[in-house]
């Protein structure tokens, strides 16, 4: 009597369930791939997510991705761009993220996702529908498109600084109209510090760009730590940044701010081997007092800052403006 050995069927045995080899797939792709549930809570980040955003694989698990990796601001700015886009009200919620979708349709937009220490990581994220075996959207995945030889950035080259990875400019007019028409509606307080690294150029002149380069990234990196998520701050020319603050309850609470971080600013660096010590000044204004539109703060915290004397730190709050 001869015994049976079963033998194996190829094509039952050796091949792996599509879900197996997406899965396989997306944890080792090289850039970042999220995906949320139907409620826009993160589900899973891939390992090249996690190593650039500072987070364990499940500690994100289950938290909403608003105010988490995509602060608040970024999803109403969004919120507002794609009410008038679709001609429809659309909320500012994580929902953002997949509202422009249609049936099998993929949407790509620029977000600045932000590392477990608050620093800012522009990508570009495509996102798409996620569905279960019964073709129901069960959630949204997005993935950072990889990019191609000869590919420019340019629309992130315009918006965002590659020194110090914060927005520029170009950004500051948005996030601020927003904010503005926010807390005209909530009766809040807003603030706006312009900021400059007194004598930046000579610094630079006497012991070269790359310890001026130095000294700006410490700087964005203190902005970073000192401002909450939901605040922007924004790199401009030279040795000058702006922050933007929002949701306050009154002037005294924008004053101490702009105090802790003038600061904080001034505290030593370390550039190679040396130790430099910035002085940071800081001009100061608020909405509704100084005004309610961006150019006139931003006029009035140039004139505060020219209050400060050039060689000491310190923060001037521009005088209360009358009646535009």
């Given at each position: 009597m001869h015994s049976h050995h079963p033998t194996l069927d190829p094509q039952a045995h050796t091949w792996l369930e599509l879900a197996e080899i997406q899965t396989l797939l997306l944890d080792a792709y090289p850039a970042v791939v999220l995906e949320l549930d139907a409620q826009n809570r993160l589900r899973w980040l891939n390992p090249a997510a996690c190593a650039r955003l500072g987070y364990a694989s499940a500690e994100l698990s289950g938290q909403p991705i608003a105010g988490t990796l995509i602060a608040r601001e970024e999803l109403e700015a969004r919120a507002a761009q794609l009410s008038v886009e679709l001609g429809k009200h659309v909320v500012a919620d994580a929902g953002v993220l997949g509202a422009?979708?249609?049936?099998?349709?993929?949407?790509?937009?620029?977000?600045?996702?932000?590392?477990?220490?608050?620093?800012?990581?522009?990508?570009?994220?495509?996102?798409?529908?996620?569905?279960?075996?019964?073709?129901?959207?069960?959630?949204?995945i997005a993935v950072e498109p990889l990019a191609r030889a000869g590919d420019g950035d340019t629309l992130r080259l315009m918006h965002h600084d590659t020194l110090t990875g914060l927005p520029t400019r170009a950004v500051l007019q948005d996030r601020a109209e927003m904010a503005l028409l926010r807390a005209a509606r909530q009766k809040s307080v807003l603030a706006l510090m312009l900021i400059e690294i007194a004598g930046f150029d000579a610094l630079c002149a006497q012991y070269g760009r790359s310890v001026g380069d130095d000294v700006l990234r410490a700087t964005a990196s203190r902005l970073h730590f000192e401002l909450r998520k939901t605040d922007t701050a924004v790199r401009l020319d030279h040795g000058q940044f702006a922050a933007l603050l929002v949701d306050l309850h009154s002037a005294d609470e924008a004053r101490h701010v702009a105090d802790k971080i003038a600061h904080a600013l001034s505290a030593a660096v370390n550039v190679g081997v040396a130790r430099l010590a910035p002085v940071a000044r800081v001009g100061l204004v608020w909405s509704p007092a100084h005004g309610n539109q961006l150019l006139p703060l931003l006029e009035r915290a140039e004139a505060a800052l020219a209050q400060v004397p050039a060689g000491q730190g310190g923060v001037c709050a521009a005088p209360l403006a009358t009646a535009d």
């Open positions: 422009s979708l249609g049936n099998g349709g993929t949407d790509e937009h620029d977000w600045i996702l932000r590392h477990k220490d608050g620093s800012p990581h522009p990508t570009r994220l495509s996102v798409g529908f996620v569905r279960n075996g019964h073709g129901q959207v069960c959630g949204l």
